[in-house]
């Protein structure tokens, strides 16, 4: 195990954001990680209570939208990786 994946399994997520444009993640250290809405399809394409209906999952490690069936690990967001859904996969969910 490296340094970088302990330190990314401490990192815990407190709150989250989200609106037309961007997901907003404020984490335990005070930071505020932020991406474009655009990386994930299924969030896009929610309603605004759909995107509201969230938990923390795993201790903070991950964020779920129970309405989306869609799961959003802290440690992805820190590395700037967006969704791997395929666009079929999307399609059926559509």
Known sequence: MTTSDIHLREIQAMD????????SVDLADGRTIA???????RLAHAT???RSNWRLIGRGSGIHWPDLDED???????AG?????????LERWL
């Open 16 to 23: 989250v954001q989200v609106n037309d444009d961007t997901l």
């Open 35 to 41: 991406a474009p809405l655009a990386w994930f399809p």
């Open 48 to 50: 605004s209570r759909e």
């Open 72 to 78: 959003i690990s802290v440690g992805s967001l820190l």
């Open 81 to 89: 990786q967006a969704s791997a859904e395929s666009p079929e996969s």
